[in-house]
């Protein structure tokens, strides 16, 4: 059986280097496989195909290599497989990048709970961008910054 290094493999290279260990290794193998019922198949060129996401496709290979159980999963001693990583659906060199309000809260817990309702901006951290900001560059009203269609900067 053929090993592969799977630290660095991206969702869609993980899914290549599966089916390349599937047919032995062999590319025109992996290129003519035949076994659509497979839900690596249309992504076995390691590439994107529209409508169909990278993730889901390894999250069911792992539930139909197991007996579908979260706990199957999760207990996988497959270690060596390319797509390991990635078997919970997520990707984990992702963790903490997805953008969001929430992710900020995250990073920032002295602001948590100190977003305007109106205009979902952190309130005391925005600072028009304009000459006639405060010298203490902290914005007294937001909103009225917002009303004003002003462009605001996160001061980080």
Do not use: H
């Not at 592969?4 to 062999?26: D, E, H, Q, T, W």
């Not at 076995?44 to 579908?68: D, P």
């Not at 953008?99 to 901006?121: D, H, V």
């Amino acid at each position: 059986m053929q090993t592969f290094k799977v630290a660095n493999l991206s969702p869609l290279k993980a899914i290549r280097k599966y089916c390349l260990l599937c047919m032995n290794g062999s590319s025109v193998e992996a290129r003519m496989c035949s076994n659509k019922e497979c839900s690596l198949w249309p992504l076995r060129f390691g590439r994107k195909v529209k409508g169909v996401s990278a993730l889901k496709v390894i999250r069911a290979k792992c539930k139909s290599c197991g007996a579908g159980t979260r706990a199957d999963i999760k207990n996988c001693q497959i270690s060596d497989c390319p797509s390991f990583n990635y078997r919970f659906g997520k990707n984990p060199s992702r963790r903490g990048i997805s953008g969001g309000i929430s992710n900020f809260r995250r990073q920032n817990p002295r602001l948590s709970g100190q977003f305007s309702a109106k205009t979902g901006i952190p309130e005391g951290i925005c600072q028009p961008v304009s000459p006639s900001f405060s010298k203490t560059g902290i914005c007294p009203d937001p909103e009225e910054a917002v009303k004003e269609k002003k462009e605001l900067l996160l001061c980080r």
